[in-house]
């Protein structure tokens, strides 16, 4: 990366340098897909850019083979637009057959980001399963569980326990070093963890045999896939396929900066935000490409590559290719000032938001189906 740039599971700071990422860490770009991928906007505008194994997954799909997708959620403060990246990939998946493992990472939460474990798990259930619910995602087919409490079921329960155990023997102080860097008990308990989280769908105890996982990330998860996946492979005691991994680029902060953040409420649009908000953030916050002055941009035209405001457009609000791509001659023109750009989001997100928070209201009795299934 360049100087000075983080790029941790924990921690970004920094321009993120996606080729480079991509070479040090072996990640391969996206095979070519069936017509059921693009039709999804993020797999046919290259906002899901790379993956690892993915073709397991695939003929997964077109042979109607059972598979898993394995995702995780770190319940650290507001649930935000740039969670919806995430959720999104959740439903498609659902919707083609994959049986889904949600973790909910309390543990890890605990030990890095200082609450207590109530505090933890009422963030999870309000701020996110709640929303994840509201966005379109079914209990049916899905095991949403706790890190700090894995299932009622006592079988499973050890299991899962004595998986993420026995992994500390196949793994060395050296190896973390070399994949996390700098790296404290905490968050080694919380790795080993996570390689439980990521390969336990596959024993007896859960889907009873070995079968195809995929787990969908930003770049910066893709240590704990390398470290799951040397795991699988060294481990004596079961045979676990590999896990598959997709990478998605950052949704990006309203500051331009890095992803996406709830640790700064000047840098995301929580779903929860009002009309006034939004546009007060929007107007206020988000990274413009366009120039200082009216004329200048009407000469020289604006960068709707570095654009917040034309990110947020192709990530999530103009499913429309033709119609992005009008927008896009017309801002880089100079035709399409930022402050007319910014009024085309903020209605967009506003009306979004508006039937979202409607459906939110109502979702109480599917949170309760979920937490049902922990047994």
Not at 151 to 173: E, I, M, V, W
Not at 260 to 281: P, Y
Request: with cysteine; glycine share 6%.
């Amino acid at each position: 990366m360049k100087k000075g740039a983080i790029i941790t599971p924990w921690e970004i700071e920094g321009k993120v340098d996606y080729a480079r990422l991509i070479k040090e860490f072996g990640i391969q770009q996206m095979l070519n897909l069936p017509a059921v991928f693009n039709k999804e906007l993020l797999f046919r505008r290259k906002i899901i850019f790379g993956q690892r194994d993915f073709g397991r997954i695939l003929d997964a799909i077109k042979n109607r083979k059972k598979f898993a997708m394995m995702t995780g959620l770190m319940p650290s403060g507001k649930f935000h637009l740039g969670h919806m990246l995430l959720v999104q990939q959740m439903i498609f998946y659902q919707k083609l057959g994959a049986k889904l493992y949600i973790a909910v990472a309390d543990l890890e939460a605990y030990n890095t980001r200082q609450k207590n474990l109530k505090e933890l798990r009422n963030i999870a259930m309000e701020e996110y399963l709640s929303n994840y619910i509201a966005l379109g995602l079914k209990s049916k087919n899905c095991e949403f569980y706790f890190q700090s409490e894995r299932s009622n079921n006592a079988k499973k329960s050890n299991a899962y326990y004595r998986l993420a155990s026995n992994f500390s023997r196949y793994a060395t102080f050296n190896e973390f070093k070399a994949i996390y860097g700098e790296i404290s008990p905490g968050k080694m308990n919380a790795s080993l963890l996570q390689a439980a989280d990521i390969l336990h769908c596959q024993l007896p105890e859960f889907e009873g045999k070995p079968l195809p996982v995929l787990i969908p990330v930003g770049i910066d998860q893709d240590p704990h896939l390398r470290l799951a996946r040397d795991i699988s492979q060294r481990y004596k005691d079961y045979r676990f396929i590999p896990p598959s991994s997709t990478y998605n680029l950052f949704f990006p902060g309203l500051k331009g900066n890095g992803k996406m953040s709830s640790s700064d409420e000047t840098s995301f649009i929580g779903m929860t935000d009002t009309e006034k908000e939004i546009e007060n953030k929007i107007k206020k916050y988000a990274f413009s490409g366009g120039k200082d002055t009216i004329e200048e941009h009407r000469k020289q035209g604006g960068n709707p590559n570095i654009d917040v405001s034309f990110q947020y457009l192709k990530f999530f609000f103009e499913p429309d290719d033709k119609k992005l791509q009008k927008i896009y001659e017309d801002y880089k023109s100079g035709k399409l000032l930022t402050s007319e750009l910014k009024a085309i989001l903020i209605e967009k997100i506003n009306s979004f938001l508006k039937k979202h928070q409607m459906k939110k209201k109502y979702v109480n009795k599917q949170v309760k189906k979920f937490l049902s299934k922990l047994d």
